[in-house]
């Protein structure tokens, strides 16, 4: 059973870097050819693709973010993380790590999600 849970803090200061982490269970980050993403909602909106990172440690971000956007991992531990740098109160969403399968839309497992509040 793959299972995905992010973690991290709730709440973050306007200008600081936002860090969460997505720890993997069931499977390997590194198993050809699934992709391992960061998605956000903002309260009243819908779904935000941020950004991934693949099996092959390759990654691509919403143009939108990519300036203050980063995704990394570590295969020892199974995890993979995300980093959003200078958030303002408008990054205030749930965030979501999900796994989906290279040039294949859409995601088969999803994290139950992270609130993540930026405010002073």
């Known amino acids: 059973q793959v299972q995905l849970q992010e973690s991290g803090p709730g709440l973050v200061k306007p200008s600081q870097t936002l860090s969460l982490t997505c720890t993997v269970s069931?499977?390997?980050?590194?198993?050809?050819?699934?992709?391992w993403n960061w998605i956000r909602q903002p309260p009243g909106k819908g779904l935000e693709w941020m950004g991934v990172i693949a099996y092959d440690g390759s990654t691509f971000y919403n143009p939108s973010l990519k300036s203050r956007t980063s995704i990394s991992r570590d295969t020892g531990k199974n995890q993979f993380s995300l980093q959003l740098s200078s958030v303002t109160p408008e990054d205030t969403a749930v965030y979501y790590c999900a796994r989906g399968l290279d040039e294949t839309p859409g995601y088969d497992y999803w994290g139950q999600g992270t609130q993540v509040t930026v405010s002073s």
């Open positions: 069931g499977t390997s980050i590194t198993t050809s050819y699934y992709t």
